[in-house]
Nanobody, 129 residues
């Protein structure tokens, strides 16, 4: 079982920036992508961004493309995936979840790729006007 610990959420004004981090350890991390998803109040969880295990391929939801950047780093004990969020909008508000074990290697994300993913507890991002 992969253990995921998210950090970096908070309150920010529209137009501002936040950086989310997710440290993943344990289980099988090799060869699977990691990513971020979010859930706004009253809505279903949605895809935000993901990155392949080697960091060579990424995909973004259209709503965040050009504003968010995902990256990954690895050491001997854990993988860390970071989501840099710029030009934040009110509609970016929600609980952001880190996921590992995503069956993505290149191209566009499809929901079946995260059916067996491991999930973090989530971190709240609130964008105010």
């Amino acid at each position: 079982q992969v253990h995921l610990v998210e950090s970096g959420g908070g309150l920010v004004q529209a137009g501002g920036s936040l950086t989310l981090s997710c440290a993943a350890s344990g289980g099988s991390l090799s060869n699977y992508a990691m990513g971020w998803f979010r859930q706004a109040p009253g809505k279903e969880r949605e895809f935000v961004a993901l990155i392949s295990w080697r960091g060579r391929d990424t995909d973004y939801a259209e709503s965040v493309n050009g504003r968010f950047t995902i990256s990954i780093s690895r050491d001997n004990t854990q993988n860390t995936v970071t989501l840099q969020m710029n030009s934040l909008k009110l509609e970016d508000t929600g609980v952001y979840y880190c996921a590992s074990g995503i069956r993505y290697w290149r191209g566009r994300y499809s929901s079946w790729m995260s059916e067996s993913a491991d999930w973090g507890q989530g971190t709240q991002v609130t964008v105010s006007s």
